[in-house]
């Protein structure tokens, strides 16, 4: 494997969050079963074994899928980066667990919200019992769908956990997400198409094949220019991870690649602006204002995005909320600005935040993972979770788990 690939495979790891290689799930478990949904999403249901129901349901919203790939449950999401299978985790804590594929993939967030409704309804039919609790727990664009929905829907779920989503203002991550590239542009001129806003069929279908490694072979021979894209557009990267740089700028890249043209369709417009934006942190600035590809937003698009895909911070049901301090691809900024919105709310009292200094999107562990279902259970039941050995049979990993519900449980 040449090293560009080899930095590549990295990525998958490091950017995502998410295991390059997970385990494959060849045939669906016993405990499990699967059906359409009425939009044709895919369902999955699956149930304790080793130990009996205790009556309350783990729903977990997926984060982004391209939206060229066919719509299933993508098994890849159903693993933490240690390995952790998510639906065998939630049952020997004697949950029942439910997922689904969503009816379409790219910009998914109203149509995630729609199935997840859909499926609490679908649960009750298919195991004939009512659950005493609902909870839901989403990564990414998952998380994003999570919030939004306790906070619009609490009667219909006991409270949420929503990891490493752009919860905090989605116009501005939209913008985060435009200004990198048109810098990116800036200083690697030609080697994407000169549109960020319209991406070509081609780009997104030889993105693997041509373009990335070109990518990789100008950052590794470039560190100047890339030190100011970075500089300039505060994209974390991790000191201590020297691959990151590249993980970063290949993560945001592909998203360009892969989500605008569908964003746009999804949102009847194009929503980046940045006519107005001041771009420091160059060797240049005034030359780098000059030169930048300026762009503004369509008034639909961000008509769409304020109606249907910013979060309100008003809170009736407890929600939980991990992120990694350095995370290129949702930046950690989204947690603060949420916290902002749920004070102002006065909604403070039904909200945690668990922050991980550690690099990547959605990069925790199952002890962190763990610690955050606790504390939601804990702040919607006043109950303590049982089951946790099976989940850490290891005493170190036990250790940390209750390190950080004691820190986070004081409060609450």
Not at 11 to 33: E, H, Y
Not at 213 to 235: D, E, R
């Amino acid at each position: 494997m040449s090293r560009a690939l080899q930095l590549i495979v990295v990525t998958l790891v490091i950017v995502t969050g998410f295991m390059a290689f997970p385990p494959s799930v060849l045939t669906l478990p016993d405990n499990c079963v699967e059906g359409k949904q009425a939009r044709g999403a895919v369902y999955r249901i699956c149930m304790p074994t080793t130990m009996p129901w205790n009556g309350d349901l783990v729903l977990y919203a997926h984060g982004y899928v391209a939206p060229t790939e066919p719509v299933g449950i993508p098994e890849d999401q159903l693993f933490l980066p240690d390995g952790t299978y998510i639906p065998e985790s939630i049952n020997e804590l004697g949950y029942a667990f439910a997922t689904t594929s969503y009816s379409k993939n790219g910009l998914a967030v109203r149509e995630g919200i729609k199935d997840i409704r859909e499926l609490v309804r679908i649960f009750g039919k298919v195991t004939t019992d009512s659950p005493r609790h609902v909870y839901l727990i989403g990564a990414s664009e998952g998380g994003q769908i999570t919030a939004l929905a306790i906070e619009q829907f609490p009667g219909e779920f006991s409270g949420g956990m929503a990891l490493c989503g752009p919860i905090g203002d989605f116009q501005r991550h939209i913008n985060y997400r435009g200004d990198f590239r048109v810098v990116f542009d800036y200083f690697f001129p030609g080697l994407l198409p000169p549109s960020p806003v319209a991406i070509p069929d081609y780009v997104i279908e030889k993105w693997g094949s041509d373009y990335m490694p070109s990518i990789v072979g100008s950052v590794l021979a470039n560190p100047g220019y890339t030190t100011q894209l970075l500089q300039v557009t505060q994209a974390s990267v991790d000191p201590n991870i020297p691959a990151s740089i590249l993980n970063t700028v290949l993560g945001m890249l592909w998203f360009n690649v892969v989500a605008t043209n569908n964003a746009v369709e999804e949102l009847n417009g194009q929503p980046f602006d940045n006519q107005r934006r001041l771009y420091v942190g160059s060797l240049d600035d005034d030359k780098l204002n000059r030169g930048v590809q300026r762009f503004s937003a369509d008034s639909s698009a961000s008509d769409q995005i304020a109606a249907h895909y910013q979060t309100s911070g008003q809170l009736e049901r407890p929600l939980v909320t991990l992120h990694n301090t350095l995370d290129p691809i949702v930046p950690y900024w989204h947690e603060l600005l949420y916290g902002e919105k749920v004070l102002a709310s006065g909604s403070s009292n039904l909200y945690s935040h668990i922050s991980v200094s550690r690099y990547g999107h959605c990069n925790f562990n199952v002890r962190e993972t763990l610690a955050g279902f606790a504390l939601l259970v804990l702040m919607a039941t006043g109950q303590e979770i049982v089951g946790t050995k099976a989940v850490l049979p290891e005493a170190n990993a036990q250790a940390e788990f209750l390190d950080i519900i004691d820190k986070y449980s004081a409060v609450h």
